[in-house]
């Protein structure tokens, strides 16, 4: 059925500058929609009939989504888009590619993936085909627990400390990283050193918070030194790493100081 294949991924290009790009736009000459990516086209055309009816999760990705600046041809769109539909996007940084924005960074989760060596001749034929519907994975993410105080005392301090740096957490993102905590620390397991809320608390500090360093390590030093302490107050593993990282990298990179190098 149809439900099978709902994941579909196209290649971003340098130079798109609309949704136009995107998905195409209607030409009122020929009465029809010209079709930039006939899959992005076809793929919406579906959700938008499904509207509330739709059942399964579907998945876009952007491959190499910052070849063109994301927020030009990732614009508004007139189509009824179920919650169904989900985004994902891969991006490099090197010097081919453009800049994550404040505004993007606000609105996204940033995952970055560590370097692995690559595995030839994978069977995938024991890989497994379940399909899920929305409603179960709706029903395995959105357990919540609510959160402990000292979680709360600690984001209230990375805040205030992010803040005080120029770098502003908006009330978007304090709610987005509330949600995440309430039902990833229900997901996760506590480990021997670490907690799962504290664990939720790290994943989200490291995905929604790091990407906003941007800048020169003379006017981050103290605010590095502020942080690893939280890090070791808190016990945010990933976090701490990940400070190190730049504070090492820094000094390679001319004093520059940024999470996504």
Do not use: H
């Amino acid at each position: 059925g149809e439900e099978l294949n709902r994941f579909v991924s196209v290649s971003v290009e340098r130079g798109w500058s609309s949704k136009r790009d995107l998905i195409g736009y209607y030409n009122p000459l020929t009465r029809k929609y010209d079709k930039s990516n006939g899959k992005i086209y076809d793929a919406l055309r579906i959700l938008d009939a499904e509207r509330d009816e739709s059942k399964y999760p579907f998945i876009i990705m952007l491959d190499e989504a910052n070849l063109s600046p994301i927020e030009y041809y990732w614009a508004e769109r007139e189509l009824y888009v179920p919650e169904t539909l989900k985004f994902v996007a891969t991006i490099n940084t090197d010097q081919t590619t453009e800049t994550l924005s404040p505004r993007l960074i606000d609105r996204a989760c940033i995952i970055k993936l560590p370097k692995v060596e690559p595995k030839y001749n994978v069977d995938t034929s024991a890989a497994s085909t379940e399909i899920i519907t929305w409603e179960n994975f709706v029903k395995t993410f959105s357990k919540t627990a609510e959160l402990n105080l000292i979680t709360q005392k600690g984001m209230k301090e990375i805040y205030k400390l992010f803040n005080d740096y120029g770098m502003s957490v908006s009330p978007r993102t304090q709610l987005g990283i509330k949600k995440y905590v309430m039902a990833a620390q229900e997901i996760m397991e506590n480990e021997p050193n670490t907690l799962a809320r504290e664990k939720a608390l790290d994943f989200a500090v490291v995905q929604k918070l790091l990407p906003k360093i941007n800048g020169y390590y003379s006017v981050y030093e103290r605010f590095f030194d502020s942080l690893k302490q939280l890090c070791k107050e808190y016990n945010l593993i990933m976090t701490e790493n990940a400070v190190m990282k730049i504070v090492d990298a820094q000094e390679r990179n001319m004093g520059y100081c940024q999470y996504l190098i």
